[in-house]
């Protein structure tokens, strides 16, 4: 069974890069994709020590919170990004952004409204 999402799924829009480096993809966040990132973590954070029944469990419960929340929050922002990147979500200002600096037309060309 093949499990590569690229194999089963044709992107619906312009391909910048099928495979992308996990530098590039970093490289690549918007400033939504950072404030996604820093929400995710701050509201686990909150409901991480909420949710310390106890006095002394208030403090590991809020950092165990927020870790999950830091993890969660930088892979949606990866996800999205790879996702532009990838061609699987509108990615008009990727492709502009690409085709300034490197001056290259990019092939499939067919942006949905």
């Known amino acids: 069974m ?7 799924v044709k992107p619906e829009y312009p391909v910048i890069d099928r495979n992308p480096p996990f530098t590039k993809v970093v490289g690549n966040f918007k400033t939504l994709d950072y404030l996604r990132f820093v929400t995710l973590t701050g509201v686990s954070v909150t409901v991480g020590y909420l949710s310390g029944i106890k006095p002394g469990l208030k403090g590991p419960s809020m950092v165990t919170g927020g870790l999950i ?6 892979m949606y922002a990866y996800q999205n990004s790879a996702g532009r990147l990838m061609g699987f979500f509108p990615n008009e200002d990727e492709v502009a952004r690409y085709q300034k600096r ?8 067919k942006l949905h409204p």
Do not use: E, H, P, Q
């Not at 093949?2 to 089963?8: C, P, R, Y």
């Not at 929340?69 to 930088?74: A, H, Q, S, T, V």
């Open 2 to 8: 093949n499990t590569d999402i690229t194999a089963s």
């Open 69 to 74: 929340g830091l993890m969660g929050g930088f």
């Open 102 to 109: 490197f001056g290259k037309k990019i092939m499939n060309l």
